[in-house]
């Protein structure tokens, strides 16, 4: 069965700092690859994806993240953080058949001014 | 445009209880899905649709039911309120294809006492 692990519960930085969100999934063929995020009282927005191509995808609001095949990672990543990227941060991996999701635990990011 | 709108924000409920909560969508998306939000657990999905007048069992189905009677309604129904059900509900619709994401409403936040 899928899975996704996002080791890190919680992680702060510093504003203007960099950022990298860790995911890991355990998947037996080639896996359809999410970023969510939710920010507090709201549902989920996606923040970028990946199926295929080009291993290093580009989201909205800045963010990016690299498919790792050998490392079975897609971490997320932003250079410079704002103090509005303060949210949960969400990883999912998709099914080979149809369009159900496994998501990770969830990071919680805590931005400091 | 509406999107996913879900429909009661909050509830609470006595044990032993009923409800029933409501997901619309507005953009023909076939598949439709429940999940529950709990802290440090991410999103588990409860059961999820793939068509008008089809419903399947995800991961944490039980003590749930669900009906999807027209294409953009899908309705989730506590027969006896728990207090384990006590969590955040989201609902998200999509199409059918796989690499297309999800599209999430923005909660309801059920307790139950």
């Known amino acids: 069965a899928q899975s996704v692990t996002q080791p890190d519960i919680h992680i702060t930085v510093s504003e203007g700092a960099s950022l990298e969100l860790r995911c890991n999934y355990s998947y037996g063929a080639t896996p359809y690859l999410f970023w969510y995020v939710q920010s507090p009282g709201q549902g989920l927005q996606l923040l970028l994806k990946?199926?295929?191509?080009?291993?290093l995808v580009q989201g909205i609001k800045g963010f990016e993240a690299e498919f790792k095949r050998s490392q079975s990672s897609f971490n997320l990543r932003k250079p410079s953080v704002h103090w509005s990227d303060a949210a949960e941060y969400f990883c999912?991996?998709?099914?080979?058949?149809?369009?159900?999701?496994?998501f990770g635990e969830g990071t919680q990011l805590t931005v400091n001014p | 445009n509406a999107g996913v709108t879900q429909t009661p924000k909050f509830r609470v409920l006595k044990t032993g209880q009923s409800m029933t909560l409501l997901c619309a969508q507005d953009?023909?998306?076939?598949?439709m899905y429940w999940y529950r939000q709990d802290p440090g657990m991410g999103l588990r999905l409860i059961h999820y649709s793939v068509g008008e007048g089809t419903t399947a069992k995800g991961e944490v189905p039980d003590g749930y039911n669900v009906s999807r009677l027209k294409k953009q309604n899908f309705l989730l129904g506590l027969e006896s309120a728990a207090p384990s059900q006590t969590s955040v509900y989201f609902c998200a619709s999509s199409t059918q294809d796989r690499v297309q994401p999800q599209h999430f409403g923005d909660g309801t936040r059920l307790s139950i006492l």
């Open positions: 990946y199926f295929s191509g080009d291993t």
């Open positions: 953009m023909n998306h076939e598949y």
């Open positions: 999912a991996v998709g099914e080979t058949s149809g369009s159900r999701l496994t």
